[in-house]
């Protein structure tokens, strides 16, 4: 790991992009102060455990897959949205796990998922002009000057909802919720409208016959299908609020951010000589890069070497996030420049960010045609050059909203104003996410 010159704090002598400014220092202070004396949320044996099976993905042996919301709203910290969120990636998994016929990693954009990158600091309507949305951690949506005000007190809001949120996920995992004898449980109220509803049935029926084949030998124990592994990732933005949940793991004179499993860097984050960089380099957690258009193949090379310096298998996930016009024109150069280093990566594919779009009426969506093309063309132009995809990150929600267009459903943009609840980016619906995962388990790709 490259501690050389490094400690939580390093990152502040450094350059920092996407940062808030706060009008009350003593303030933001204490908070971290609070912060930084509260019991971590995972510990760094569940992250050495994620960071083992991503290796296996890297390797093939297993597939990555990462989806929840673009930003967590505080009041998303609610039981029934939880629940929903992840009935519909154990759904997507069961799915993939039968067509792939390997082990699936799940990983929520959850717990976590509170703060946003902007485009400009400021956002101007008429003539008022207010601080930027920068997610629930920062400030609030509401226009006005005392919401759009950036409060060091909500990173301990924060927190706490990120508490809850992961402590029912645990009970959910552990407590029977995914038992595979169970699969009725995982059904969502407009399951029966999803046009692959009878493939899934059929599906699941099969799954059925399977366990009680296995119930009937004794091959597996009830704690083997009782429960699931569930790992949590967000975008590591924030760096104050990232730094006070950074300790040193009690087991092991190494750093770990123990605020989440899986965190990453994104795309507007990642200059070498930037302040998310310098953090990143030193914590042990697997890390995920953000590839989109603009990287270049030597800079990518340079932030591996400094990322990666141990060539760690299950270290650096690259998601790549190019848009389904440009990927045949940036993905080759990209994987042949990996090929010719010593570090082994995961190749992960984020179809959503590369693809947004603006409708005639101003509402930003996505086209799931256009989601579904990239990932399609991912799949191929790594199979044309000896690699391959092992892993898929998408933003969904298990709500049944309307902010994409296209899909089984065959939604427009006259229907985007029927169901569109995100603040920020456009998700996934139910049908679209589940298509998504029927196309990667069946090679629809």
């Not at 090929?339 to 005639?360: E, F, I, Q, R, Y």
């Not at 399609?376 to 969904?396: K, M, P, T, W």
Request: proline content about 4%; overall charge negative; some cysteine.
């Amino acid at each position: 790991m490259n501690q050389s010159n490094w400690d939580p704090s390093s990152w502040t002598k450094k350059s920092v992009l996407q940062q808030p400014t706060y009008d009350d220092s003593a303030l933001l202070d204490s908070v971290l102060q609070k912060l930084g004396d509260q019991p971590p949320l995972v510990t760094n044996w569940e992250i050495e455990r994620l960071k083992g099976q991503l290796a296996d993905a890297a390797s093939g042996k297993a597939f990555l897959l990462q989806g929840g919301d673009c930003c967590e709203s505080f009041d998303d910290c609610r039981s029934d949205r939880i629940e929903a969120k992840l009935k519909l990636l154990l759904q997507m998994s069961l799915v993939m796990i039968h067509g792939l016929q390997k082990p699936v990693i799940r990983v929520g954009r959850i717990a976590g998922q509170y703060a946003k990158p902007r485009s400009s600091d400021d956002e101007t309507r008429g003539e008022l002009t207010l601080p930027s949305y920068r997610g629930d951690i920062v400030n609030s949506l509401e226009f006005d000057p005392e919401s759009r005000r950036n409060r060091p007190k909500l990173m301990l809001q924060a927190y706490a909802n990120s508490v809850a949120s992961l402590n029912y996920l645990r009970a959910l995992t552990e407590g029977g919720f995914a038992d595979l004898h169970h699969p009725d449980l995982w059904e969502l109220d407009f399951v029966s409208r999803s046009s692959r509803a009878d493939e899934y049935h059929q599906m699941v029926q099969g799954i059925d016959r399977s366990l009680r084949f296995l119930d009937s030998i004794g091959a597996a124990s009830d704690d083997d299908l009782s429960r699931v592994d569930f790992y949590t990732s967000h975008e590591a933005l924030l760096l104050p609020y990232e730094q006070a949940l950074t300790r040193r793991a009690i087991s092991r004179d190494r750093y770990y951010n123990l605020g989440t499993h899986f965190p990453w860097i994104g795309d507007r984050t990642r200059q070498i000589d930037g302040g998310h960089v310098e953090y990143f380099r030193g914590i042990g957690n697997p890390i995920g890069i953000k590839v989109g258009p603009s990287m270049q193949t030597g800079e990518l090379i340079e932030l591996l070497d400094l990322l990666d310096p141990d060539h760690e298998p299950g270290r650096i996930t690259l998601i790549c996030r190019f848009g389904a016009d440009k990927i045949n024109d940036s993905l080759p150069g990209i994987i042949q420049a990996v090929a010719a280093t010593d570090h082994t990566v995961l190749w992960s594919v984020d179809p959503m960010h590369g693809n947004t779009v603006k409708t005639d009426a101003g509402i930003k969506t996505r086209h799931f045609d256009q989601i579904l093309d990239e990932l399609r063309r991912s799949f191929a132009i790594h199979a044309d050059h000896g690699s391959h995809v092992g892993g898929v990150h998408l933003e969904l929600t298990g709500s049944n909203v309307t902010e994409c267009v296209g899909g089984a459903g065959g939604l427009s943009a006259t229907d985007l104003s029927r169901a569109y609840e995100t603040n920020v980016d456009p998700r996934l619906n139910y049908e679209q996410a589940m298509e998504i995962a029927f196309s990667i388990a069946d090679g629809n790709l």
